[in-house]
């Protein structure tokens, strides 16, 4: 995985243990990753969660010691199809960011993404006003629960079947300060994704 901070490309991981040296087979102990180059981790990923099972609990621990290693955490959140049609994208998130929050120690160190899972991948994107109303109750959860200058100085950065048709419209919303790229990143497209706040 490859997470992008113009002008710079850097390395990432998303199978992260939770102890610092910890070896634990198919996944990579916080130590190596920092010695491999790694800058960022992705955790709470929806495959993480909903494939192999991490709990917020977990995903709490591993962010705390990705921290404590000096790794930057993208942390993600986000509600599958049901979620969000039952009303409960935010009670989802809320329970996701709380689990963050109570483990992180420097939000200088934190990128949230909000990835909705029944977009990722799917060829379905959120809506810009969808996206744009999610990231907006994020930022005030943050004013709320953590403190007014993280909720301003946060990056939150959309995921979720971004491309090259979608992102410059996503890229307008005044809460999306970015993306998380998957597929769309092994493709020629990728460059108008990372340029497409230049236009």
Known sequence: DTFTVSPVLCVDTTALSSGINAEYGGEISCSMAVDCGAKYVILGHSERRHVFGEGNQQIGEKTKTALAA??????????????RKSGSTMKVCIEQLTAFKDNISDWNKVVIAYEPVWAI???????????????????????????????????????????????GELAKQPDIDGFLVGGASLKPEFVDIVNCNKS
């Open 70 to 83: 000096g790794l930057i955490v993208i942390a993600c959140i986000g509600e599958k199809a049901e979620e």
């Open 121 to 167: 991948g799917t060829g379905q994107v959120a809506t810009p006003e969808i996206a744009q109303e999610t990231h907006s109750n994020i930022r005030s959860w943050l004013a709320a629960n953590v403190s007014s200058e993280i909720a301003s100085s946060v990056r939150i950065i959309y995921g979720g079947s971004v491309n090259g048709k979608n992102c």
